[in-house]
Structure formats: C-alpha cells, structure tokens
C-alpha cells in the first residue's frame, strides 16, 4: 500500500487533465506530475528507505511534487510549518534527523546550518536538475505499515512532536474523507487556503483520489479575497480552513463565490456565532472536523447535512459540538478511572483505528502515555450526548477547577461570545489561595465588565462567572492562529 497508487490511478485515468495549478495557470497536467515525482523519486532514491524529506515552505505547487516522490521512493515526509521561528524549524529537522530540506527561498534565507542536513531552494538550479533524472518505477510493494507523514504536533502545550503517519494511517484518513465528508471528482478542486504542512496537505490525498485539481493560491498564504476569487473560478471548490480563517471570509462582507462547494472546518474551536455568521454569509457549505495529528483529521465530525435542522440551522447543542464518530474510528469517553463515562459526564476522548498514529518519532516515553490499552489518548475532554455528539470541553490542562469544580472555558467563552462588543475572548484559571483557581477573562473589545456578568448569570452557573475581566488588543496564538493558553496564563503575573 502506498500513497503513491493514488496519482498513479488518477494519471491513467485523467493524464491530460489540469492537476496543480498556481493561482489561475495550470502548472501541471496529472500525467505531468506523475512523471515529475518519478523523476525526483529516483534522485531520492539514494538516500533509502526511510530518509527523512522535509519540505519548509509556504504554500507553492512543488511541495505536491516532493509529497509524491517522497512516497515513491518510500521515503518519508517531514512538512514544516513556513510560520516556524528559524530556531523551530532548525529544532524540527534535528529531531527527525533529516536527510534534506527542500526549502522556499525565503525560508532558505533564513535557516542556518543544520549539520548533515542539506538545504535545497525548491525550483532552484539543483532541484530542477533532479526533475530531468530517468524516471523511477512506481513503487509496488510497500508495507502500509511505512511511515509517510512525519507531523510534527503544533506544541500549545509544550514542545512539538513528532507522529508518526504510516501509509495505512493516511489512507484510512483518505477513505473517512470521501465516505464522511466530501465527493469530489474531475470537475472538482482542492483550493489551498490553509497551510499544506499540516490540514491542506494531508486532504492532497483525497482530492488527488478522485482526479480533483490541486489549487494553490499565487500570494503561498490565505488572503481571504483571493480565496473567494480562485473559489469564484475553478470549478466545483473544497477547501480545508481553520476556524479563524473563516471569520476572515466572513469580515470580507463577501457573497458565496459561484463554484465554493464546501469548506472543511476544525483544528480549533468554531464558536457557535462565528459559524452562525459565516453560514448566513455563504450557505451550508460547511462540514466540521475535530481531529489532530495523531490521528489525522479524523476522530468526530458534522457533515454538511447536520448543520441544518428543520427550520433553519441546526440547535445550538448540535453546532457547538464536534459531531459524531467518523467512518472506521472508534470513540470514546473515559472517566478518571478509565471506564466509560456515562452520557453527559465529562471525561477523557479517546480512540482507535487505521487512522492513529503509530507513535511519536523517537520519544518512547511520550509514545508510551498517549497509547495505552489500545487507545489514542487526545488529552482533550468531552463528553457524548445521547445521540452520539461529542461536545469537546477543553484540553485537560486548560480546565479551571475553582472550589473544587470543573469549569470548563470554552463554555464561557462561547457566553462572551455573544456580546456584540466582544471580538475575542479567552478564559483561563488564575491561582487564589480561597478557591485554588478563579477563572479570569482576557477579552478583545470594548465590552464593559458590568454588561459581560449580566449576560452570563443570564446564560451559565453563577459560579463559572469570571472573577476578574482583563483586556487585550489581541489574544497572544501561535502560527497555526491558535489561542496560546498558557501565554495568557503568564500574563497573569
Ligand atoms: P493539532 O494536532 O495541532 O492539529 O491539534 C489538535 C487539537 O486541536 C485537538 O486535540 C483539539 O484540542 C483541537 N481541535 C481539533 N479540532 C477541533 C475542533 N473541531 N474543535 C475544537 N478543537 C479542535
């Protein structure tokens, strides 16, 4: 089993077709990029079986090239986040003890040395001269157990991992995809809004399946009007975008571009109101994902059908959650002692199945306590309803427990959410020798103290209610937008 099957069925089928564009020009047709990924693929081929390819690099047509002659020399890949400090990036290609960087000129001006790791301009001199080597033969024979994706964790609460992504892992990611979520076909495109280190790439997999064009915007980052263009020009679009990136769309004050079929959110908290506005805004093209990189973009999801209710949107209850158990995982709640907890009862997420990781390179210790009994512990909590919606809490280490109770601060931060002078908002526990935490609100916006309690003993328990509101132009996040608790925390001092 390898990756690799999946350009070489849709170059037989669709070989002329346009497969990688760049912004409006087609760049490559799928026979084209076969050919070229055979051709990188035999260059690669030295460096054996298992080395280590990592790619640092906004978004660019050549990083789908190297995915694919990495796997077609059963190497593996190692994306870098592009937003990475140089320091991050450098710390990354230790750890995975890289074999080469292919990296963009920017970032390749960037980065220092890193002994035994050479470092290529992606579309530079050399690696031009590696897509005229003989093609290599498409591999036949791979063990599904090989590892294709090194995915290195976005590290909110310590320093980035490495999961190790086997070919199985990826193609049970693939298969939930299609089966959950989305049927893209020759007529379709993949528009690549978010990093394609992380989401983005990972879905090249799906579309590249079922022959849908690869889109990458020509700016390599997510401006949201060029997004709604490229949306409004290909045909039949999908995308991957973090929660963040679709209030931007929304901001846009933007109509549904003509040919936008679907965007995929997750990878962070979607508050209810946010999704609110952005269905108004584009209709229900919405379809909700909660995964992580231990088990790639699959644990629970919404699809687009279950945003919808009789009368409009779906209940809140439904919006607010992460969904249901996707196609070929097992989900489950574990309580403190590790049974599982009862409907409605908060505990640890846990799951299994052809899509988890096989554990985390070279860190046995950390392998060890996330795997155990068969299970992938998320470190976030939840809890099931009776209909099987997993509502996602916080991860453990984010729950304030004040006066001996759990509170939980997304649900708080979904009530600020509501006041219409508040932008942003961030809840977390300050250490009080009464209560051991008290939960404290850093809040974007101009919404006064007075208002925001009115409206949550309207809505929660008295006892959630922040004990001290503090305000911010912006919530501190790390390149992946997402919210840095711990930076907030630190703020407290
Ligand atoms: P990463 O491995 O960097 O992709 O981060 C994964 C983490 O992001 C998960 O463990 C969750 O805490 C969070 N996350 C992922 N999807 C969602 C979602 N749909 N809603 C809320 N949080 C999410």
Known sequence: MNLFSLLDQTAARHGDRGAVHLGEQQVHTWAQLRERALRIATTLHGLGPGARIAVASENRPEIIEVMFATWAAEAVLVPVNAKLHPREIEQILVDAGAALVFASPSIAAQLAPVTGVPIEILDGPQYRSRCTAAPAAAPRNTDPTCLAWLFYTSGTTGRSKGAMLSHRNLMAMTVAHLADFDSPDDHSSLVHGAPMSHGSGLYVAPYVARGARQVVPASGAFDPTEFLDLCATHPGCSAFLAPTMVARLVQTGRDRPAHLRTIVYGGGPMYVEDLKKAMAAFGPVFVQLYGQGEAPMTITGLRRADHLGEHGWAPDAVLGSVGYARSGVDVAVLDAGGRPAA?????????????????????????????????LRTGDMGSFDAAGNLTLRDRSKDVVISGGSNIYPREVEEVLLEHPDVVEAGVVGAPDPEWGEIVVAFIVGQAPPAELDALLLDRIARFKRPKRYLYLDELPKNSYGKVLKRELRARLD
Do not use: H, K, Q
């Open 343 to 375: 409907v409605g009862e908060v505990g640890e997420i846990v799951c299994r199945g052809d899509v988890v990781m096989a554990g985390y390179w070279n860190n046995p210790a950390a392998t060890e306590a996330t795997l155990r009994d068969g299970w």
